[in-house]
């Protein structure tokens, strides 16, 4: 079975600029999340999603960051604008069902914002 | 506020050894636990559960022993091998919205097995 894809591997913009990252999950999975982790730190939940509605975004700051999964499978997480301060690994991952505690994560996309 | 923490960041065992990575909580609403272990470049990878309800879960040559009095769990590798080498995260689950179980994940231990 593939596992989550995610894309690109690495960015690098300067503060201020805006980035999206992809995320495709393995298929049949209906619950899609998006953490980020900061160098040193544990993933952080910033979305939840079951199927294409947001589930949790309690920790996601909606100043700035967006994130949608339109027909329930592919997701898209935005920044806009960045702050040094995001620069970290955005971790996608999903699961069978909610509840379901077994993340399959992606390899991430590293953020480096200057 | 750190509800789940792991107060090694590293660790270093000699092959065919025990491994023995800890884990400490504060939040006694968690009803879940879970180990992922991340080698470098890729993403976390799920290795071993288990539930409030339960005081150990063993998988192979991985255990997890729970400790809910000390709000305390910990991941027993036996034995100990070079392909261990990489960071231990342990997370906690709480039903947060609905069926909606959110992880809180520690900030991991690096573990080194020497050969």
């Known amino acids: 079975e593939a596992g989550v894809a995610q894309s690109p591997r690495y960015k690098i913009i300067e503060k201020r600029q805006s980035v999206a990252f992809w995320c495709n999950p393995i298929s049949g999975h209906a619950t899609l999340y998006w953490y980020q982790q900061i160098l040193g730190q544990g993933p952080k939940l910033l979305i939840q999603?079951?199927?294409?509605?947001?589930?949790?975004d309690s920790q996601l700051p909606k100043d700035r960051f967006s994130a949608e999964r339109l027909k329930g499978v592919d997701s898209t997480l935005k920044i806009q604008p960045a702050k040094l301060e995001d620069s970290a690994v955005y971790l996608c991952?999903?699961?069978?069902?909610?509840?379901?505690?077994?993340?399959?994560f992606g390899s991430g996309t590293q953020l480096s914002v200057l | 506020d750190q509800q789940v923490k792991q107060n090694s960041p590293s660790l270093s065992v000699q092959e065919g050894r025990i491994s023995i990575l800890n884990c400490d909580y504060t939040n006694s609403m968690f009803d879940y636990f879970l180990w992922y272990k991340k080698y470098p470049a890729e993403g976390p990878t799920f290795l071993i559960s288990i539930s409030s309800i339960k005081d150990k879960n063993e998988d192979g040559r991985f255990t997890v022993f729970l400790n809910k009095s000390a709000k305390h769990l910990s991941l027993h590798i036996v034995p100990s091998q070079p392909g261990d080498s990489a960071v231990y995260f342990c997370a906690a689950g709480l039903i947060s919205s609905g069926s909606a179980r959110q992880l809180t994940f520690g900030s991991g231990t690096q573990l080194t097995v020497l050969p």
């Open positions: 991952a999903s699961s069978r069902r909610q509840g379901n505690e077994k993340l399959f």
């Open positions: 999603f079951q199927n294409n509605g947001v589930v949790d």
